[in-house]
């Protein structure tokens, strides 16, 4: 999954792109790790899953 992630940040002046792509990973992640897609802490796992890897690819 974190190979995914790198692949994704390293597209060059593809920022937004990758971003809404980051964002359906993330939802598409959450989705299949919980009972209840719909759930908030699904969306917020997700978004954490996101800024964690985000925050790892830029350092």
Known sequence: MEAIYTAILNLPGLEFLALGVLALLSWLFARTMTARPRNLAAVLGGALVVLILW????G
């Open 55 to 58: 925050g790892l690819g830029a």
